[in-house]
C-alpha cells in the first residue's frame, strides 16, 4: 500500500484496474475494509480521496487520479456518495470505465429521498437521537467524527462485524460545498441524466435494511439505464462488506462483476 499526502492508497500491484470510491462528500477511510480485502485477494485496487469543493471537481480530480495511477478501462466501485460520483464520472468520460458497482447509493429522485430521516430515527432511542443531532462534524474531530459514524451505523446497519473499524477523516467544508450542489443535480433531473449517458455496464447493490429505499435507486436507474442490473441484499444495511449476514455473498457479486 502507497500514501501519498492522504490523496489515495493503493493496494496490491501497480497500476490499479478497480478503483473504490468513498462516500460524503467529504469523507475520506469508510470504505477502506473493501478495498483492503479486495487488495488481499490479489486485485489492483485504488482508493483515492476527493478533495473538489465542486462535483465537477470531484470528477476532475478523479480522472486525473485513475489517468496517472490506473490502466483505464477500470471497474469502479462506488459506495453512497461515491456511487452518484461514479456515475457522473461514467458519464462524462466513457472510456475510462469498464463497468460501475452502485453500492448503497443514495435515490436517484428527491421524492424518495423524504423517508430516510424518519427511517433512521425510528431505529434509535431518543437519547442517541438527541446525541447525534448536537454533534458537528465542521472541525473535523476525529473523536467526533467516530461517534457520529458509530451512531449512525446503529441506523444503518442490520448486524455490524465490528471487526472492521476503519479510519475515517471527515471535511465538513468539503461537505457544505459539494453536497448542496449534488442534491440540487438531483431535485433537478440532471443526475439521472448523467446516468442516462452512461456506456458500461452498471451493476447496483443495495441492501434491504438501508434506510435508503431501495426502490429509490432501482426504479430511477433502470427507467434511466434499462441494461442496468440490481441486486437485492437481504438483512443488509447501508455498508454491505461490514454486515454479518451479507458481507459473504456482497463479495460474491462484486468479484463476479469484475471478473
Keep these: 500500500m502507497r500514501h501519498e499526502e492522504r490523496k489515495y492508497r493503493q493496494y496490491g500491484k501497480s497500476p ?3 478503483v473504490v470510491l468513498h462516500g460524503g462528500p467529504g469523507g475520506a477511510g469508510e470504505v477502506e475494509p473493501l478495498a483492503r480485502e ?3 485477494k490479489g486485485y489492483a ?3 483515492p480521496f476527493q478533495t473538489g469543493r465542486t462535483v465537477h471537481a470531484q470528477v476532475d480530480e478523479l480522472k486525473s487520479q485513475i489517468e496517472r495511477l490506473c490502466a483505464p478501462p477500470v471497474t469502479v ?3 453512497s456518495w461515491g456511487a452518484w460520483l461514479g456515475c457522473m464520472l461514467a458519464a462524462r468520460h466513457t472510456t475510462l470505465l469498464r463497468r ?3 453500492v448503497g447509493s443514495g435515490p ?3 421524492r424518495f429521498a423524504a423517508a430516510i430521516r424518519d427511517r433512521k430515527r425510528a431505529r434509535m432511542t431518543e437519547d442517541q437521537r ?3 443531532s448536537r454533534i458537528r462534524l465542521n472541525n473535523a474531530d476525529p473523536a467526533q467524527v467516530a461517534r457520529f459514524i458509530h451512531l449512525s451505523d446503529i441506523a444503518d446497519t442490520y448486524a455490524r462485524d465490528a471487526s472492521l473499524p476503519p479510519f475515517v477523516s471527515f471535511d465538513g467544508e468539503i461537505h457544505a460545498a459539494v453536497w448542496p450542489e449534488a442534491e440540487a443535480m438531483r431535485k433537478s433531473g440532471a443526475l ?3 446516468v442516462s449517458a452512461i456506456r458500461c455496464p452498471v451493476v447496483a447493490i443495495h441492501g434491504d435494511y438501508d434506510p435508503r429505499p431501495w426502490q429509490g435507486v432501482q426504479v430511477p436507474l433502470q427507467a434511466a439505464l434499462p441494461s442496468a442490473d440490481f441486486v437485492l441484499l437481504e438483512r443488509c444495511g447501508h455498508k454491505p462488506w461490514q454486515e454479518v449476514f451479507a458481507k459473504a455473498e456482497f463479495y460474491r457479486l462484486v468479484e463476479a462483476a469484475i471478473a
Design 192 to 194: 439521472l441524466d448523467a
Design 45 to 47: 485496487v485504488l482508493e
Design 130 to 132: 438527541d446525541e447525534l
Design 100 to 102: 460501475l458497482l452502485l
Design 108 to 110: 436517484f429522485e428527491a
Design 16 to 18: 490499479s484496474d478497480i
Design 38 to 40: 479486495l487488495g488481499s
Design 77 to 79: 466501485i462506488g459506495w
